[in-house]
């Protein structure tokens, strides 16, 4: 089965129609009311602060890249595939004839 790029081109949006979408991508009502908590709740954030670093502290891998990436930033690279990582090794066997 191959890909026929005229496949859909009768619905997608067309320059000059009116946007599909006028107000654009709809806020998160979840991050909304978080925001709102933490503005409005003084030790809150430094309480969730405190929390996740104890979980980080009692091995919670998870907790402990959530802080890396909040403070260090994410890294910009992916991990290497294991193919990526391999090593070539070369064996030489020599065999001595006994004397």
């Given amino acids: 089965m191959s890909f026929d790029p005229e496949i859909g081109k009768?619905?997608?949006?067309?320059?000059?129609?009116?946007?599909?979408?006028?107000?654009?991508r709809p806020r998160d009502p979840l991050r909304q009311a978080l925001r709102l908590s933490l503005?409005?709740?003084?030790?809150?954030a430094e309480a969730l602060t405190n929390a996740i670093i104890q979980q980080a502290l009692r091995g919670d891998v998870?907790?402990?890249?959530?802080?890396?990436?909040?403070?260090?930033?994410?890294?910009?690279?992916?991990?290497?595939s294991a193919e990526e990582c391999a090593?070539?090794?070369?064996?030489?066997?020599?065999?001595?004839?006994?004397?």
Avoid: H, M, Y
């Fill in 10 to 24: 009768l619905t997608q949006w067309q320059k000059g129609q009116a946007r599909p979408n006028p107000s654009g």
């Fill in 87 to 99: 090593v070539k090794v070369v064996l030489r066997v020599r065999r001595e004839e006994p004397s």
């Fill in 62 to 80: 998870r907790a402990f890249r959530e802080i890396a990436d909040r403070t260090e930033g994410k890294s910009e690279t992916a991990p290497k």
């Fill in 39 to 44: 503005e409005t709740n003084a030790g809150l």
